[in-house]
């Protein structure tokens, strides 16, 4: 099994893609040339983060002395900001794999040659980050 997981900002067909990719380099990595997808699924995941409410204030006061006496007053204006929500998706994609050695079949449309793969793909995704599961 092998699987891509990413960030809030990467869009499904992306991670679809690195998914792909990944698995191409498992195969290779485990030393076999071509690998067949026997089951992929893409999970949505929601999500929400909120941000804090924030408060301000201002207070004005005066005050007067009369003999032994002070009088005075105060008055507190005050403003409430509230938070926000953000909803995202994140988004997890899995595969199932059979790696082999030799020549891809090519009456296979699940099949793909690893080196095939990470040659064509790889310039595109240099810097990706993967998960191993």
């Known amino acids: 099994m092998v699987s891509y997981r990413a960030n809030a900002y990467t869009d499904r067909q992306t991670v679809q ?12 990595g485990d030393g076999y040339d071509y690998f067949v ?3 992929r699924d893409t999970d949505a995941r929601h999500g929400a983060v909120s941000t804090p409410s924030t408060y301000s204030s201002t207070t004005t006061a005066s ?9 005075g007053n105060a008055q507190t204006f005050g403003t409430v900001n509230p938070g926000q929500t953000i909803t995202y998706t994140k988004y997890v994609a899995s595969a199932v794999i059979r790696m082999f050695k030799g020549k891809k079949p090519p009456d296979d449309p ?3 040659d690893a080196h095939e793969v990470i040659e064509y793909m790889g310039p595109n995704i240099e810097g990706a980050e993967f998960e191993k599961q």
Do not use: K
């Open 17 to 28: 893609s690195y998914l792909l990719y990944r698995c191409a380099q498992v195969t290779a």
């Open 37 to 39: 997808l026997t089951s």
């Open 63 to 71: 005050a007067f002395a009369s003999g032994n006496s002070a009088f």
């Open 110 to 112: 699940q099949a793909y």
